[in-house]
């Protein structure tokens, strides 16, 4: 599977992004789909993610409702709709897929193919 991450950029505290992970070599059909990002001087850490189960989402707690993980099978990506960012989700955003990841799915350790990341930053 590749993937290729897209949409970071700059944005005001506030603001919203939208961002693609675009996947090729492989239908994205029961796969699980993860976000995940990394702050400057941080440790990886997951954001949101779709089962490949059963499409149960869910999220860690810093982003839970203003974040929204999706997939379109027919486009064979993934999204990650980003609103009233703050300054504190400032990192590269990272997507992964692995076929069969069951709920919780938050654990990168499940993931074994990685897009190559976007930056975000969050600043007026």
């Known amino acids: 599977v590749q993937l290729q991450a897209s949409g970071g950029g700059l944005v005001e505290p506030g603001g919203r992004l939208r961002l693609s992970c675009a996947a090729s070599?492989?239908?994205?059909?029961?796969?699980?789909i993860g976000w995940f990002r990394q702050a400057p001087g941080k440790e990886r850490e997951a954001v949101a993610c779709?089962?490949?189960?059963?499409?149960?989402?869910n999220y860690v707690r810093s982003v839970q409702g203003r974040f929204t993980i999706s997939r379109d099978l027919a486009k064979n990506t993934a999204y990650l709709e980003m609103f009233g960012l703050n300054p504190e989700d400032t990192a590269v955003y990272y997507c992964a897929a692995e076929k069969y990841v069951s709920p919780p799915c938050l654990d990168m350790d499940e993931y074994t193919n990685w897009g190559q990341g976007t930056q975000v930053t969050v600043s007026s």
């Open positions: 779709i089962s490949g189960a059963d499409d149960t989402t």
């Open positions: 070599g492989v239908s994205l059909l029961n796969h699980g």
